[in-house]
Structures are given as C-alpha cells and as structure tokens.
C-alpha cells in the first residue's frame, strides 16, 4: 500500500501549484482520500478530502474558494489545485486515504504518503 505525493514547489505569493497523490497497491475505489499539511512548529491540519464516488467533498475554511481536490479514477489519483496561495500556506502536504469515512480528522485515515513541500515565498 503506497500513496505517492508530488507537485510542490516554490511558488510567489498569488501563483499556483497542483499537487498530485498516485495510489498503489490496493483497490482505493471506496476510500476517502484527504490532503493534510504541517507547517514548521506548527500541528498537522487538515486541508482538504474527497470520496472517490459521490462527488462529497470537505474543505478547511483556511482553503475554501482557493483550493480544489479531485480525483481521476483511471490513474487512481487524487489532485489539490492551489490557488491565489498565500505565505501562511508554506507547509509540508500530505495525502492520506480512510478505511473508515470522509472526514477532516487525521486519526481517521490509516495510510499516509510521505510529503511534498510548497514554499510560498511573499
């Protein structure tokens, strides 16, 4: 069981990233699937979730209207487009799949990638 998490970088404030989570090994068609981030000194947050059928979708109210996740059932692949990013978004994201049910609580997925890094330099 493998998520593979890629797609960060440097990036202005104001610009764009699209990160990508590849999922390998077992069948995740019926596992939520969510984005969490941790920032230097920070606690790991919740970003973002989805359901792979559905179409149900969670997003922390830091990230509604810049963020959007989303998933492509043919590559087994979840996306979180960032948008008009800020510097208090620099952290290091990770994606996890659920056994359980959507939600925003990090205790609750039981498979974690191993994190891409995004810089938001001001």
């Known amino acids: 069981v493998q998520l593979q998490a890629s797609g960060g970088g440097l990036v202005q404030a104001g610009g764009s990233l699209r990160l990508s989570c590849a999922a390998s090994?077992?069948?995740?068609?019926?596992?939520?699937m969510g984005w969490f981030r941790q920032a230097p000194g920070k606690e790991r947050e919740f970003v973002a979730a989805?359901?792979?059928?559905?179409?149900?979708?969670l997003y922390a109210d830091s990230v509604k209207g810049r963020f959007t996740i989303s998933r492509e059932y043919a590559k087994n692949t979840v996306y979180l487009q960032m948008n008009s990013l800020k510097p208090e978004d620099t952290a290091l994201y990770y994606c996890?799949?659920?056994?359980?049910?959507?939600?925003?609580?990090?205790?609750?997925?039981?498979?974690w990638g191993q994190g891409t890094l995004v810089t938001v330099s001001s």
């Open positions: 989805i359901r792979w059928t559905g179409g149900s979708i």
């Open positions: 090994g077992r069948t995740f068609s019926s596992y939520p």
């Open positions: 996890a799949a659920s056994t359980s049910k959507l939600t925003h609580e990090a205790h609750l997925y039981d498979y």
